[in-house]
């Protein structure tokens, strides 16, 4: 079973189907189920006195905080916590400021970070072949991508996941000569297989866009990303579930 299956197995039992109202008190807390993410979590909570505890069963995507009572652990894919958090269903959840930005309209409306982890850092970027010796910048970019449509008849292809964050940065850049192709993996590779002409991807140290002949447009920077605490502004609260997340902040915050 999925994350995501618990989630909603759980909701059928703790929430009041009628209007999702908590039915009892418990602060719900999203944490990334898999991989590095996962484990840094862990310690980042344990490094300021917070114990989080997996279920024994890993089967389970649930757990507890080690003397904290009434706040239940969830764990989840990154990419599924915003949608929990912008539902309410999540009242906090870690996940990456990339995942959060592209997937939640409006994010700033929906969620509000408690802390930046220190980990998880990435840039959000825009690269190119690196072959193409006279494109450097954005404006550049938009020229190749006319010339690349009348020659081709067809737009130039951009590959990424992160659809949403690539249109606003290039209509804010004036740039609209180009098509996206989904990729969710991989994308490094998307130009040197022949899927696309640039790509729009995550980077840590540059060294696989090296490795694929690619480079970084000089102002093609479109987001810095890192793990960080979100709370939900659209969960409810109740006097008590407001007193035990303070409590989870201020020891978060010592």
């Known amino acids: 079973a999925s994350g995501y299956s618990y989630l909603y197995a759980t909701e059928s039992i703790i929430h009041e189907r009628k209007n999702f109202r908590i039915s009892f008190c418990r602060i719900r807390l ?56 912008s539902s309410g269903r999540l009242h906090f959840g870690v996940t990456g400021t990339d995942v959060i930005q592209e997937k939640l309209v409006g994010f700033n409306r929906l969620v509000d970070p408690v802390s930046e982890l220190g980990f998880g850092f990435a840039d959000l970027i825009i690269a190119v072949p690196s072959f193409w010796v006279d494109v450097e910048t954005l404006d550049d970019l938009d020229a190749v991508a006319a010339q690349f449509r009348y020659k081709h008849g067809y ?5 990424t996941k992160y659809h949403r964050l690539l249109r606003e940065f290039l209509m804010k850049a004036g740039v609209a000569d180009y098509q996206i192709v989904d990729s969710q993996g991989a994308t490094e590779g998307a130009v040197k297989n022949g899927l696309a002409e640039a790509i729009a991807d995550i980077t840590s140290t540059g060294n696989t866009l090296k490795a694929n002949h690619l480079k970084i447009l ?22 008590e579930e407001s007193q035990i997340a ?6 978060l915050s010592t």
């Open 30 to 85: 999203g944490i990334p189920s898999k991989g590095r993410l996962m484990g840094q979590t862990f310690d980042w909570f344990s490094e300021r006195g917070i114990n989080l505890v997996q279920s024994e069963s890993d089967r389970e995507y649930a757990g507890h905080i080690e003397g904290i009572t009434n706040v239940q652990l969830i764990f989840l894919s990154a990419s599924e916590i915003p949608r929990e958090l």
């Open 155 to 159: 737009r130039l292809r951009i590959a």
């Open 218 to 239: 000089s102002d093609g920077l479109i987001l810095k990303s890192q793990a960080t605490l979100f709370k939900s502004l659209s969960a409810e609260f109740s006097q």
């Open 246 to 251: 303070n409590l989870l902040i201020e020891k």
